[in-house]
């Protein structure tokens, strides 16, 4: 039943803006734009933060005119950060985290734009880079690790702002193309080729990046850090096809295909292959 009424909500949202388009053009691909990019689930409240966040140390950077909330469990002079995906905080990784501890390293979790306790409403893979970076220009992380979106924006941060100190990445389940994310968009809207092209137009001013271009696995062609990149099978939010990308093009990268996991990617033993990752020299 859910199903059905996403299905039905969607494709009357759709129609709506395909008949905005014929009249104002542009407050169609606003009003698009503004669905693609403002997540609606992911926020945390401060007075009521999972366990697993309440007990870290919490850092807020101020960023342009936003902020940007870290989370850190103090450790040893390597740092992981940590960037969790859409729709999602830093609570997701309490699985993890349990197998991080014990290496003795200072992990620190990162609140995407407009996730968990972080502000603003927008949010984007270049965006996430940025508040990546400005975390990073403080901790100089030797280990980052990403899942989904928050793997492509650690691809989209490494292009550009080329951190000489990270020495390993890991990526679960990580879409590359951006392309592909925005035409299943406009499928499942099923909006028309006038709101299409101006979403495209608007990506290409927005981030400086032509939209066949802004593709993870093409950027990591030149990465030279070392990758552990990890796919499910039956992802049905990011195709394997997107994980088997990155695998193709990343120079020194491990590449692990699990049965069953799903988006998530929880599992005991593949984060026994992360902590072996992580330890190998």
């Not at 697993?52 to 740092?79: A, N, P, R």
Request: aromatic fraction near 12%; proline fraction near 3%.
């Amino acid at each position: 039943m859910k199903k059905l009424y996403f299905f039905i909500a969607t494709k009357t949202i759709g129609l709506y803006l395909n008949c905005l388009s014929y009249i104002n053009a542009t407050s169609a691909r606003r009003k698009a734009y503004a669905l693609f990019s403002q997540p609606r689930k992911g926020r945390l409240k401060k007075e009521r933060l999972p366990r697993t966040l309440f007990f870290s140390v919490h850092e807020l950077f101020e960023y342009k005119s936003e902020t940007i909330q870290t989370y850190v469990w103090e450790g040893d002079e390597t740092i992981i950060v940590l960037a969790h995906g859409w729709e999602s905080n830093s609570s997701r990784w309490k699985k993890l985290l349990v197998q991080l501890k014990p290496l003795g390293h200072t992990i620190i979790a990162v609140d995407a734009p407009a996730h968990g306790l972080s502000s603003g409403k927008e949010f984007n893979a270049p965006k996430y880079a940025e508040f990546l970076n400005e975390v990073s220009k403080k901790y100089q992380p030797k280990i980052v690790i990403g899942h989904s979106i928050g793997g492509a924006a650690l691809a989209f941060y490494l292009n550009k702002y080329e951190n000489p100190t990270v020495e390993k990445v890991i990526l679960l389940g990580a879409p590359s193309e951006f392309k592909l994310l925005s035409d299943n968009f406009v499928s499942m809207l099923s909006l028309n080729n006038r709101i299409k092209h101006r979403l495209e137009v608007y990506y290409q001013k927005k981030f400086g990046i032509a939209i066949d271009a802004f593709a993870g696995h093409k950027f990591a062609a030149n990465f030279s850090q070392k990758a552990l990149i990890a796919h499910d099978r039956k992802d049905k939010i990011v195709l394997v096809s997107e994980g088997r990308k990155y695998a193709e093009t990343w120079k020194q990268a491990v590449y692990i295909e699990t049965e069953g996991l799903g988006h998530s990617m929880h599992d005991t033993a593949l984060y026994q292959k992360i902590i072996q990752f992580i330890q190998e020299r």
